[in-house]
Each structure stands twice: as C-alpha cells, then as structure tokens.
C-alpha cells in the first residue's frame, strides 16, 4: 500500500531533476531521484543473488 501511494505522488515529479543530499555521506553528496531508484533496485536485486551464491557452496549444509 505503502508503495503504491508513493508511486501515485511521485507520478508528477521529475525524478531526474529534484535532488536531495544523501544521509549516508554526511548530506555532501546530491543525488537525483532517479539515480536513487535505480540504485535501490540493484540493491535489492543483490540480496537474492547473495543468497543463491551462499546457497551454492560446497559447505552449505543441507536440508
């Protein structure tokens, strides 16, 4: 629900142009809403990928 909502608001937004300072470097960096999006996104594609590769190895035990 939550995402959907965010979505419907962010419809009218230039993601490419608003900008906000990134909390993780101390507000230096400026970062624009797109870039944010796409970089969530091969973040969270990286979690399963993770788990796939641990899951792979050798010395995984099984179930």
Not at 18 to 46: D, E, I, K
């Amino acid at each position: 629900m939550f995402l959907q909502a965010l979505t419907a608001r962010a419809v009218s937004v230039d993601a490419a142009r608003v900008r906000f300072a990134n909390p993780f470097a101390r507000g230096s960096r400026v970062f624009n809403v797109a870039t944010v999006v796409l970089v969530m996104l091969a973040h969270t594609r990286r979690h399963p990928e993770q788990a796939e590769r641990i899951k792979a190895r050798s010395d995984f035990p099984s179930a």
